[in-house]
């Protein structure tokens, strides 16, 4: 398991959200990159030296720090939609080989070359910035259907990175099995899974568990 590629964003116009402005344009740097946990969510902040966001609502801040896609997906996509998906394609920070992203459970913890430690956290949730960006009518519905979307981790412990270096599962938790893959699925198009992701509860974003305690309690009698 390694890390093929290290991609920061080259920000430029958004005609797809109000926002103006996307770092969606991941490419892949020479050299050791810094991370570092960015902090909360809200001020564009990521956790890679030299990239944010830009539509600070929604993404960035701790739990959503890094971006990690595996190139066998990427493979895949590359199939189906008949053209070339170079590394960072996706808006990814990180892509992998040989590396079950998407089997992935929330809390797990990789080892990143001598320093780094990052844990998984949430899915990747598709937005009009992404449609717009592969020019594909109906790809959120398609890459929704797909359940691969790879996810966003936290910054444990940080340090420096480059493409090459090893990646080692530190931990994975043994009291939970909910994947990545598990998790996109409840929050999408499986709203039954919902109750199954309390299981990861100590490891889930804050606002998560909140919505979900919120969902399954139902609406609020008057």
């Known amino acids: 398991m390694r890390l093929l590629s290290v991609n920061i964003g ?12 996307t770092g969606i344009d991941k490419r892949p740097v020479d ?18 030296a030299g ?18 896609y595996a190139r066998e997906d990427l493979d ?25 992203v998407n089997g992935a459970l929330v809390g797990e913890r990789w080892r990143i070359g001598e320093q780094v430690v990052l844990e998984v956290s949430c899915p990747r949730v598709p937005c009009g910035t992404f449609q717009g960006w592969l020019d594909r ?40 099995q909910v994947s990545i893959a598990l998790f996109y699925r409840a929050v999408t198009t499986e709203p039954e899974l919902l109750p199954e992701l309390l299981a990861a509860r100590d490891a889930l974003p804050a606002r998560t568990v909140e919505k979900i305690t919120a969902r399954l309690a139902g609406p609020r009698r008057p």
């Open 137 to 176: 009518d109906g790809w959120i519905r398609r890459f929704t259907e797909a359940a691969r979307p790879g996810p966003y981790l936290r910054v444990v412990r940080g340090g420096t990175i480059a493409a090459g270096d090893p990646i080692a599962v530190e931990h994975r938790p043994d009291h939970h």
């Open 76 to 100: 895949v996509w590359q199939g189906e939609l008949g053209r070339e998906l170079p590394n960072g394609t996706f808006g990814e920070n990180l892509t992998t080989l040989g590396l079950d």
């Open 51 to 68: 990239d944010r966001v830009f539509d600070v609502a929604h993404h960035g801040g701790d739990d959503q720090a890094v971006y990690a």
């Open 31 to 48: 050299g050791p990159v810094a991370v570092a946990a960015p902090g909360p969510k809200g001020t564009g902040a990521v956790g890679l």
């Open 10 to 21: 080259r920000p430029r116009p958004n005609p797809w959200k109000p926002t103006g402005t």
